[in-house]
């Protein structure tokens, strides 16, 4: 503002003030404080009438200050009148503005030059004193924002407020700067004042709300308009115009913090959504994991175990993935929100990170043990094959053998036999009573495998239990008969006699050898089951004991044979006719000899099946030491590079880029290693197709060292991730790398156990050496550091504590400034104001989220910023 003594020229001049400047100021100020008094709803005629009692005087004092005067005087005596000039020009005074030979008296007596003089005082005061450009006063601020506005347009030169305006240039110009679409500039010729003046004064009027304060008449026809009026008038533009600047700044800076509260919601709905369906995916699985009901065939239990392998190599890889970038995600996110000022983020109940984990960790506390019981059900149910094929064998050939005993010993042919015919069935009742009991061990066999199929729980069971039955009971049937019979033939024996002693020899000898030969030829068609070398060996050894026995057992073939060759010597020289068969057996030689052949066909078929075995039992040893051979490789490798991982986190050495750079190349030479990892999930594989379930050459599985592999995938991820987020808070918080790198020089030094973080003790060591002190003072930064009390402090919140007092962010506070400027200085805003300087997406998001205003000043749809503001920092329940 102009100092006192200016002013008092100023009031000097207007008592000599020139009629034609007089018109024009008094037109101008007439205007201007038609355009305050509006507001109130009402407005004045004649600038030295209207305001001689006071009323209208404090009145507009009132609508431009925004401020309460004290209460006027509304007697019509002319010191009422005097009272309420004189309140007015201490409200003035009160401004910090020198009233020089103005006086009450004067305005209550009409004195135009006075009432101007004063009305020039108060716009001074309130319309032009605030401006400000360059740190320089009002006049030469608002000269200098005119100048620079109409700096572009070569046609006009502002130098002062009279004749630099005459030509109407400089107004066209102003608003065609601000508001280029409401004037054709091209078309306005700096001969036609009069156009050009008119033009601008009601562009001004109709569209920038700034009333007519002055006749382009008279400014043409003055040699030096007056420079008050000029003043007054330009100074109605520069606020119409720095109103929508101010505006612009406001709106930049919501639209900033905006657009960074809805990246961040953003983020939260990303990993609510992945968190969800992450867990969703877990919970789906879990119950595959924990269902432990058998099959009932060995190939819908191996097709159970490859729908496994398909989980551990096909969908859990991905989803181990998934939940080391939600952690990641989630760590971002909350660092992004400290360094905006924002309150951390706290996912809806039930998917915290914790919550994730923990189900993680129900997963695979599912999946331990899962196919371990596959394989051994694998086993169980191909024993149980093998029994079931071998109870069906031997079941077969009992069957077989007993068809037809019970007619046979039900017959009455020794009621009308001979003696000698009596003699001979109670022998051949003899040879078949030997034969029932060889046949003995072979119904115990049956019984024990139907027994041991029933503790297994083999499904076919019922068949099983009742095919057995049905022979257990045929074989007490044929007891009963077998005594039976031969109670009848002791009984008729005594009355027959003659029998051939040498058929009955051969009967007693053939009936054991052909059981023998039976026998043999079931054993060398036995099946057999083994898992390693040794036991295949056992097997091969066996059946060399076995052969050794063959020439015995062939002596005894010929010496049966020698009989019947001896029962026809006998019969040829005592010139007996034989009739049939021997009469005490069915075994014939013809029969003997051909079970013998039979045998000895047999014994090569099981010669080579063995050899078979054992060259598959070599092959899988084989398997095992391929496996064994890369797993003890692939194991010791796994472990240092995890204890690698360990001492890169704690001994970092170089910029955090640098880090990364290393790290991530870490990490790639790692991915690099995943071939061999391929490789020995391959060589397992064909270990558990060839059924095989030890390996006595390592100590390492499969499952230890997938395990193993996907904790050094995400512990290396997870140690990138801090990196990054130190990174991100290194230069958002403005920290050098030399203090970054003293940070981690401390940090370490009092991590004593390098377990990357510090316990509070720890801490407290750390904060002494670097000069903070007092218990108190401890207890407020541990409750900054470690806010949910964990007791332990990581070195990114170390780091944030060590930054967090020199960050420049922005505030609540500047957020509801901005506010305001939209509003109009109101408490309160309009959807329709948000509209008009928001960008619409941002502008509907407010609207969305802010309750409405409920102050004494509310009106209509007006909505509350100042609390959705401080709900932008987490100030507030909203």
Request: hydrophobic fraction near 35%.
């Amino acid at each position: 503002l102009m100092n006192n003594k200016e002013q008092e020229n100023d009031w000097d001049r207007d008592l000599l003030l020139d009629p034609a400047w007089e018109k024009q100021q008094r037109k101008t100020f007439t205007a201007w404080c038609n355009s305050h008094l509006r507001k109130a709803g009402t407005q004045i005629e004649n600038i030295e009438e209207d305001f001689r009692d006071g009323l209208k005087l404090m009145l507009l004092l009132e609508v431009i200050s925004g401020e309460r005067l004290p209460k006027p005087e509304r007697g019509k005596m002319r010191v009422h009148k005097i009272n309420n000039v004189n309140k007015a020009l201490d409200y003035i005074a009160g401004k910090g503005v020198k009233l020089v030979s103005i006086g009450a008296e004067e305005i209550v007596d009409g004195n135009a030059k006075m009432t101007l003089g004063m009305i020039w005082t108060i716009i001074l005061r309130f319309a032009i004193q605030d401006i400000s450009v360059e740190e320089t006063s009002a006049k030469e601020g608002l000269l200098l924002w005119c100048q620079r506005k109409t700096a572009p347009y070569k046609n006009v030169n502002v130098q002062n407020f009279h004749i630099s305006w005459k030509d109407g240039l400089a107004f066209n110009a102003l608003i065609h700067r601000h508001r280029p679409e409401l004037i054709d500039y091209d078309k306005l010729r700096k001969d036609d004042p009069l156009t050009n003046l008119n033009n601008a004064f009601e562009v001004a009027e109709k569209y920038l709300d700034i009333p007519k304060m002055m006749d382009a008449e008279d400014i043409v026809n003055t040699a030096r308009p007056d420079e008050k009026a000029i003043m007054t008038y330009v100074s109605c533009f520069y606020h119409a115009f720095s109103g929508a600047q101010k505006a612009e700044t406001a709106a930049n800076r919501i639209c900033k913090v905006l657009a960074v509260n809805q990246e961040n919601e953003h983020l939260m709905e990303d990993y609510e959504k992945l968190a969800s369906d992450l867990l969703d995916w877990i919970r789906r699985t879990i119950p595959w994991l924990e269902n432990r009901a058998p099959e009932k065939t060995m190939a819908e239990m191996q097709q159970k175990l490859e729908d496994f392998r398909g989980y551990r190599r096909v969908h859990k890889p991905p989803k181990v993935q998934e939940k080391c970038q939600l952690e990641i995600n989630f760590n971002t996110l909350q660092t992004k929100l400290r360094l905006s000022n924002r309150p951390a983020f706290m996912p809806s109940e039930g998917r915290m990170v914790s919550d994730i984990n923990g189900s993680w960790h129900n997963l695979e506390g599912a999946e331990k043990g899962y196919e371990e019981w596959m394989l051994n059900e694998i086993r169980r149910l191909e024993r149980l094959d093998h029994l079931a094929e071998k109870f069906r064998q031997k079941a077969t050939i009992h069957e077989s053998w007993t068809d037809g005993k019970e007619a046979m010993l039900t017959q009455k042919d020794y009621e009308t036999a001979s003696l000698s015919e009596v003699k001979a069935l109670l022998r051949k009742h003899e040879a078949f009573e030997s034969d029932l009991a060889a046949h003995q061990d072979r119904v115990e066999q049956i019984a024990a495998i139907a027994q041991e199929l029933n503790e297994l729980d083999y499904y076919d069971s019922p068949s099983v239990n009742a095919r057995c039955q049905k022979i257990c009971e045929q074989w007490d049937a044929l007891g009963s008969l077998t005594q039976s019979r031969r109670e009848s033939l002791e009984r008729t024996e005594k009355q027959l006699e003659s029998i051939d002693e040498l058929y009955l020899e051969y009967a007693k000898r053939a009936a054991p050898f052909n059981n023998w030969m039976e026998g043999a030829m079931e054993d060398l068609q036995d099946m057999f089951i083994v898992h390693n070398i040794e036991e295949i060996q056992g097997l091969i050894t066996a059946h060399e004991q076995f052969k050794s026995t063959l020439p015995e057992a062939n002596k005894e073939r010929e010496a049966i044979q020698a009989i019947q060759a001896e029962v026809q010597k006998i019969a040829q020289y005592n010139g007996i006719k034989l009739s049939g068969g021997n009469p005490y057996t069915t075994i014939t030689p013809k029969s003997i000899d051909n079970k013998w052949d039979k045998v000895e066909q047999l014994v090569p078929q099981r010669d080579q099946a063995l050899q078979e075995e054992l060259a598959k039992q070599q092959s899988n040893d084989h398997l095992r030491r391929k496996f064994a051979t890369q797993a003890n490789i692939v194991g010791p490798w796994i472990q240092t590079k995890m204890e690698e991982i360990g001492r890169i986190s704690i001994e970092m050495n170089g910029t955090l880029e640098d880090q990364l750079v290393n790290l991530r190349e870490y990490e790639q030479s790692i991915i690099e290693y995943k071939p061999n990892i391929d490789q020995l999930e391959g060589d397992h594989q064909l270990i558990q197709e060839a059924l095989i379930f030890d390996n006595k050459y390592t100590a390492y599985t499969m499952e230890h060292l997938r395990v193993g592999w996907e904790q050094l995938l995400t512990t290396i991820a997870r140690t990138i991730n801090e990196i990054e987020n130190q990174i991100l808070t290194r230069d958002a918080k403005g920290i050098s790398q030399e203090q970054l790198h003293e940070y981690r020089t401390s940090f370490n030094h009092f991590d004593k156990d390098h377990s990357g973080g510090l316990m509070a003790e720890e801490f407290k060591a750390c904060l002494i050496s670097l000069g903070y002190d007092g218990d108190a003072e401890f207890a407020r930064i541990m409750g900054i550091v470690d806010p949910n009390n964990s007791g332990v402090v990581t070195f990114q919140a170390f780091i944030d504590f060590m930054s967090r007092e020199t960050t420049d962010t922005d505030t609540a506070d500047q957020v509801i400034a901005s506010f305001k400027i939209l509003a109009a200085d109101k408490n309160f805003i309009m959807a329709e104001e948000l509209r008009r300087e928001l960008p619409p997406d941002q502008a509907e998001y407010c609207i969305a989220r802010m309750a409405p205003y409920s102050g004494p000043d509310a009106k209509p749809g007006a909505l509350d910023y100042m609390s959705f503001s401080t709900a932008l920092y987490g100030e507030s329940d909203l």
